[in-house]
């Protein structure tokens, strides 16, 4: 079966969940296949979500910032209190769902960074 857990170089299952998701993307290192020893990566799919969710939590924080009351006693005034918490929370959210989905969506691809020779 054609998982996405399966090697984009020999084509066995060699990866699982959690090596997966430590495989990082497009432009990292990969994590070598326990099978045929070459790198893999999280494939284009992965390498977009994780851009597009960067900017999208990004734009979160500006927003929030930009539209949290700066003093008590307005109508928002728990935005004002949780404004750092919020932030905090989504930057925790930024390092840990681009981990998620790559464990469990997207197939994925040969590492395209070039391993000097041995
Ligand atoms: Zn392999």
């Known amino acids: 079966m054609n998982s996405i857990y399966n090697c984009p170089h020999c084509g066995k299952k060699s990866f699982n969940p959690l090596t997966k998701a430590m495989a990082g993307q497009l432009n990292s290192k990969g994590k070598v296949c326990m099978e045929c020893g070459r790198r893999c990566v999280n494939g284009k799919g992965a390498t977009i ?10 734009a979160c ?58």
């Open 49 to 58: 979500f994780n851009a597009v969710f960067s900017v999208i939590a990004f």
């Open 61 to 118: 924080i500006i927003i929030l910032y930009l539209n949290s009351p700066k003093t008590y006693g307005t109508e928002y005034e728990w935005l004002y209190i949780y404004e750092i918490p919020i932030d905090i929370g989504i930057i925790a959210l930024k390092l840990i769902v681009p981990r998620l989905v790559n464990a469990f969506f997207f197939k994925m691809s040969p590492a395209i960074r070039i391993e000097p020779v041995k």
